[in-house]
């Protein structure tokens, strides 16, 4: 069964420094999402993204945060210097075109501990 | 985007069957209503989603009355690894499906 892949499993960053985050999606989905979720949170929505575009994003997601499709295949998430409030697992997600369908395939997260 | 409440927690055993009801009063026509489950350390994983009526699937049923205005997921005979949390979203594009703090199901022996 197709699945959304992330790297790396765990990063550690001191703060100020940028960190990629990277995922690939599934090969046919057109849509991609970044979420995160604080420990003990809930999933907070941060960016879509469709063909080749921002299409939609959260307050969260300010001037630090960035997203790219650098290639066919992978997804990422930049945060330009980092926060210690950006500790936090951050998911990708993807799923298919199509109006009616909305089911988001999640990949595994990278947890992100910002020091 | 619809509002969605939800139990904080839920406690079953193991075999029965457990209900949880979320309400999204200002649903708008167009939305759809998906549920996801997550365990711990773990991405969020589609469950079930439907517009109106009755959906089943192999993993559960998800009701929803003619105004919409609730869902009720439905677990079959759960079993301890269905201790997990339990979000309903509710939403009509693919940008629209937000996360609330979900529900809370713990499984007992």
């Known amino acids: 069964e197709p699945e959304v892949t992330q790297t790396p499993s765990h990063q550690v960053t001191q703060m100020g420094q940028e960190v990629i985050l990277r995922c690939v999606p599934i090969?046919?989905?057109?849509?991609f999402y970044w979420y995160r979720q604080i420990l003990g949170q809930k999933v907070e929505f941060l960016v879509s993204f469709y063909n080749n575009e921002i299409s939609e994003k959260s307050e969260i997601f300010d001037d630090q945060f960035s997203v790219e499709r650098p290639d066919g295949s992978n997804f990422t998430l930049k945060i330009r210097s980092t926060k210690l409030e950006d500790s936090a697992m951050y998911f990708c997600a993807s799923s298919e075109a199509g109006q009616g369908s909305y089911e988001q395939y999640f990949g595994p997260g990278t947890r992100l501990t910002v020091t | 985007l619809a509002k969605t409440t939800q139990p904080i927690s839920m406690d079953s055993y193991e075999g029965q069957e457990v209900n949880i009801t979320c309400s999204h009063n200002n649903i708008a026509t167009n939305d759809y209503i998906t549920w996801y489950q997550q365990f711990p350390s773990q991405g969020p994983r589609f469950i079930i989603q439907g517009y109106k009526t009755k959906v089943t699937n192999e993993v559960a049923s998800l009701f929803i009355p003619a105004d919409r205005k609730s869902s009720t997921l439905s677990l079959p005979r759960v079993s301890l690894s269905d201790t997990a949390v339990y979000y309903c979203l509710v939403g009509d594009t693919h940008n629209d499906m937000r996360f609330g703090a979900g529900t809370r199901l713990t499984v007992k022996p």
């Open positions: 090969s046919n989905h057109l849509y």
